[in-house]
């Protein structure tokens, strides 16, 4: 593999862990609000993230590269409403779906047509992490951010579980 796009995907399993972080360091809001349902979503989106960096670890040894772990940036703490977290949620994903385009663009580019299949799945899977938290945005904004509607998202969001993909059974 070419050594600009080993140093680009290391540089995205950086990206992998710092989502998982971030989204941890959500969790402990909604774990300090009491919204319990929150912070399992929270939680298992860290998972989630965590298995997106496995994947492109994986993937690095694959073709014969080196994986090279670099320090993870401190995640905000600073939450006002559950609004405010999935507005960030939102934001983030949007950031890492840019990123992920940037790492399609470097393998067309350098013509490394396998990148460009490995990708494919993160191509997909950002239309989905987007969707989703696009969606409990507008979920939280009907619930209002008090009383029993979001006693039920909070019930609701409680009911996530991680589904580990083929490739990491
Ligand atoms: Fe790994 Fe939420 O994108």
Same mark, same amino acid.
């Given at each position: 593999?070419?050594?600009?796009?080993?140093?680009?995907?290391?540089?995205?399993?950086?990206?992998?862990?710092?989502?998982?972080?971030?989204?941890?360091?959500?969790?402990?809001?909604?774990?300090?609000?009491?919204?319990?349902?929150?912070?399992?979503?929270?939680?298992?989106?860290?998972?989630?993230?965590?298995?997106?960096?496995?994947?492109?670890?994986?993937?690095?040894?694959?073709?014969?590269?080196?994986?090279?772990?670099?320090?993870?940036?401190?995640?905000?703490?600073?939450?006002?409403?559950?609004?405010?977290?999935?507005?960030?949620?939102?934001?983030?994903? $949007?950031?890492?779906?840019?990123?992920?385009? *940037? &790492? %399609?663009? #470097?393998?067309? =580019? +350098?013509?490394?047509?396998?990148?460009?299949?490995?990708?494919?799945?993160?191509?997909?899977?950002?239309?989905?992490?987007?969707?989703?938290?696009?969606?409990?945005?507008?979920?939280? $904004?009907?619930?209002?951010?008090?009383?029993? *509607? &979001? %006693?039920? #998202?909070?019930? =609701? +969001?409680?009911?996530?579980?991680?589904?580990?993909?083929?490739?990491?059974?």
């Amino acid at each position: 593999m070419d050594k600009k796009m080993e140093t680009a995907i290391n540089k995205q399993i950086n990206a992998e862990l710092y989502s998982a972080y971030l989204y941890l360091s959500m969790a402990t809001y909604f774990e300090a609000e009491g919204l319990e349902g929150f912070a399992n979503w929270m939680k298992i989106q860290a998972q989630e993230e965590m298995s997106h960096a496995m994947k492109f670890y994986n993937y690095v040894f694959e073709r014969g590269g080196k994986v090279e772990l670099d320090a993870i940036g401190n995640p905000t703490s600073k939450f006002d409403s559950p609004l405010d977290v999935f507005t960030q949620v939102l934001e983030h994903e $949007k950031e890492v779906t840019s990123l992920i385009n *940037g &790492l %399609y663009e #470097l393998a067309l =580019e +350098l013509k490394d047509y396998a990148t460009q299949s490995m990708l494919k799945w993160f191509i997909d899977e950002q239309v989905e992490e987007e969707d989703s938290a696009a969606k409990i945005v507008d979920k939280v $904004k009907l619930a209002g951010e008090k009383g029993s *509607g &979001l %006693y039920m #998202l909070d019930k =609701e +969001l409680g009911g996530r579980t991680f589904t580990p993909s083929a490739d990491e059974e």
